[in-house]
T-cell receptor
Framework: GAGVSQSPSNKVTEKGKDVELRCDPI?????LYWYRQSLGQGLEFLIY????????KSGLPSDRFSAERTGGSVSTLTIQRTQQEDSAVYLC???????????FGQGTRLTVV | AQTVTQSQPEMSVQEAETVTLSCTYD???????LFWYKQPPSRQMILVIR??????QNATENRFSVNFQKAAKSFSLKISDSQLGDAAMYFC????????????????FGQGTILTVHP
């Protein structure tokens, strides 16, 4: 595709359920990032992948959060046993090299009820 | 760890006038990149301007320019001839370019500044 694609655009889930958020980066981009943005707030770094290197998971807020990147392309962010404080917009970004701009998807708005 | 601070939660400007958004950062690295991103209500993050730390010349992109003060670790954004379409949340961001550092490649954002443009 022409840009970073995230799905679903919106997700409403019940507290305690697991959710999976998907990110399709721009083809050929080796770096992929996940961020979380609470309402009206800044961007909180979650995790990033660079090629075949071990991902930087230092931003994951708890062990309920995990992410994978299969084949160096598509990434899935999984949140287990969702809590109300997990409600936020989850943004994915990718870049062709580490030192170039990151292109963002439109995000997934997660609401935990 | 690097930190980015935007001290202005909200700013406003009259259409056609100039506004400056502030950003400071903290790092021990010498090689890095700085960015300003714009996020309109659509949620789509858009790159406004980029500055390489090794370049002394301030970056400019049409009506957007930066004042990069490396020693002071300051990176402000000036928007000239403000337009209604400039209304958005603006984020300052830092990206490490130090291949030997533990934060290599990580993109760290400030808290954002909401810009309102009055007609």
């Amino acid at each position: 595709g022409a840009g970073v694609s995230q799905s679903p655009s919106n997700k409403v889930t019940e507290k305690g359920k697991d959710v999976e958020l998907r990110c399709d980066p721009i083809s050929g981009h080796t770096a992929l990032y996940w961020y979380r943005q609470s309402l009206g707030q800044g961007l909180e770094f979650l995790i990033y992948f660079q090629g075949n290197s071990a991902p930087d998971k230092s931003g994951l807020p708890s062990d309920r959060f995990s992410a994978e990147r299969t084949g160096g392309s598509v990434s899935t962010l999984t949140i287990q046993r969702t809590q109300q404080e997990d409600s936020a917009v989850y943004l994915c970004a990718s870049s062709s090299q580490l030192n170039t701009e990151a292109f963002f998807g439109q995000g997934t708005r997660l609401t935990v009820v | 760890a690097q930190t980015v601070t935007q001290s202005q939660p909200e700013m406003s400007v009259q259409e056609a006038e100039t506004v400056t958004l502030s950003c400071t950062y903290d790092t021990s690295e010498s090689d890095y990149y700085l960015f300003w991103y714009k996020q309109p209500p659509s949620r789509q993050m858009i790159l406004v301007i980029r500055q390489e730390a090794y370049k002394q010349q301030n970056a400019t992109e049409n009506r957007f320019s930066v004042n990069f003060q490396k020693a002071a670790k300051s990176f402000s954004l000036k928007i000239s001839d403000s337009q209604l379409g400039d209304a958005a949340m603006y984020f300052c961001a830092y990206r490490s370019a130090d291949a030997g550092g533990t934060s290599y490649g990580k993109l760290t954002f400030g808290q954002g500044t909401i810009l309102t443009v009055h007609p």
